[in-house]
């Protein structure tokens, strides 16, 4: 995996997933993400 700062694998997974779901889904995805990230997924 590309090594990259937390915030900037956010925005790439939240601009990619707005791009294909309904503002709903893409808020709680990245809810999820940005938890995980919390826990430590760098």
Known sequence: ???M???N???FFFWS???EHDWFE???FSLVLSTACL???D
């Open 39 to 41: 826990f430590g997924i």
């Open 1 to 3: 995996m590309i090594e």
């Open 17 to 19: 997933y707005c791009t």
């Open 26 to 28: 893409m808020k709680l």
């Open 9 to 11: 694998f956010i925005v």
């Open 5 to 7: 700062k937390s915030e």
